[in-house]
């Protein structure tokens, strides 16, 4: 019989919580959830022995910190799996507080600070030669009218925290077009209290974005994965909502000279965008959690829950070499929610948009296997259309 020792505790459940869940409940661990958002789908799969609803750390940090130190003393021991940006920043800066009686997969607060402020990540960038965008941190109006020459139009302007500012604007940037919109929108989000910087637009398709998937331990990483993007929501400038599993070698040197310049251990992701204008990778942001498209990784044969499970938990180092190339991870209600919208502006014949449903693929949320989680996104969807009211990421 399993010991609670062996238990995983998932923080947030939504799709990239969702993937956690899966992988290690098909290996026997047992799983909780911890979740604090309606939409949350994840704490409703099959796999997931008990679920506990707690304070949001976007509301009251030290409420969501006691919550889990309050937890039943038989969950003494458990790994915590944080799954957001925000549930990473906040068990990363009471870690210290947490560790006493749990396991927490984070790094310190020093590291994981300047993986979640991207200006710092662009410094560091900038210090170990892995190319970025030309990019400028504006602190003040002074600075907008200091720097706002510098950038061809249109550009963007972009989050230094970027959880904060998705849950506001539900968009990863902002498209500035001339200098009187970039003076506009600054004004917006000072006002809000984020900080932002201006930031050249890499032009390519969605599909010149690719991403650096890793687990490390003891300086070296354990397994490797890169992807591809296909499409984005919302298009142009959106979170995945397709990706296919590919090889990308001219990014795995700079993914590993970051991460080792940052001194991180464990599982981050890393998006870049080649620029076709010099067939170079961008540098776009750095992750310190288990990404939205974890799934993939697992269906292609690298199952970074589980090297990390064995790692922190058995203390055993598991390796994974290669993986399936050409394996499509789809999130199906945005994808087709984006046929029916914005099929013919983002440029798809109907052909094009089914080439990942014809190849192999893997759902976000929908398994035949463990259909809940699908079955309460689909209602979920359907309830913010009826009332208006919803959170989605």
Known sequence: MA????????VYSHIVGLAVIRALGRRGIPVVVLHYLPVEMGYVSKHVRQHFRITSPQVDEEAFVADILGLDGRFAGSLIIPTDDYTVVALSRNKTRLEPRYRVAVEDWDIVRRMIRKQHTY?????????????????????????????RFPCLLKPCEGHRFYDIFRKKVLVVRDPAEVRARYRDLRDLGIPVMLQEIIPGEACEGVNYNSYVA??????????????????????????????IPEIIEPGR????ALGYTGFSCMEFKRDVRDGVYKLMEVNARHNLSGTLAVACGIDFP?????????????TASGFREGVFWIDLTKDLMRFLVSRRAEGYSVAQYLVPYRGK????????????????RCADIVKKGVTGRGHDS
Request: net charge negative.
């Open 361 to 376: 693929h893997v759902f976000a949320i929908w398994d035949a296997g463990d259909p809940l989680p699908f079955v309460k």
């Open 218 to 247: 003891d300086g070296e990483p354990l397994a490797e994965f890169t992807a591809e993007k296909v499409r984005v929501d919302p298009p142009f400038f959106g979170s995945p909502r397709v990706i296919v599993s590919k090889r």
């Open 123 to 151: 410094e560091l960038a900038e210090e170990v030669g892995v190319p970025y965008p030309k990019m400028a941190v504006c602190e003040t109006p002074d600075d907008i009218d200091a720097r706002i020459g510098e950038f």
């Open 3 to 10: 010991t609670e020792s062996r238990t995983v505790i998932v």
């Open 306 to 318: 589980w090297i990390m499970y064995r790692d922190l938990v058995e203390g055993r180092k598991e």
């Open 257 to 260: 000279k970051l991460i080792k």
